[in-house]
């Protein structure tokens, strides 16, 4: 059984920047693909990010490209999202969660989800 568990989000105004986090327990977590994805009101989840198990490899959804950085710290079992430059568009609920394979970016491909965290962009 794997535990996630995020933080830092909150309301930020928009040019604004927020990071989340997320601790984990319960796997070996510099041997775990980990990542974000979102989900706003009425939508479907979505990816965001996700990084190997050294965190040197990294890709991100398109939307977010240049935005934000997804960056690990195995010894903490922790990992991070940095969210610069955040548009109202980014309003969503942020989960931290286990990807099963590198380079998977499908809510199908996540086998153990955190229990999510707010961000909240305003205009």
């Known amino acids: 059984q794997v535990q996630l568990v995020e933080s830092g989000g909150g309301l930020v105004q928009a040019g604004g920047s927020l990071r989340l986090s997320c601790a984990a327990s319960g796997r070996t977590f510099s041997s775990t693909v980990m990542g974000w994805f979102r989900q706003a009101p009425g939508k479907e989840r979505e990816f965001v990010a996700a990084s190997s198990y050294s965190g040197v490899s990294t890709y991100y959804a398109d939307s977010v490209k240049g935005r934000f950085t997804i960056s690990r710290d195995n010894a903490k079992n922790t990992v991070y999202l940095q969210m610069n430059s955040l548009k109202p568009e980014d309003t969503a609920v942020y989960y931290c969660?286990?990807?099963?394979?590198?380079?998977?970016?499908?809510?199908?491909?996540?086998?153990?989800w955190g229990q999510g965290t707010q961000v909240t962009v305003s205009s």
């Open positions: 969660a286990t990807i099963t394979r590198f380079g998977y970016s499908g809510t199908r491909d996540v086998d153990y």
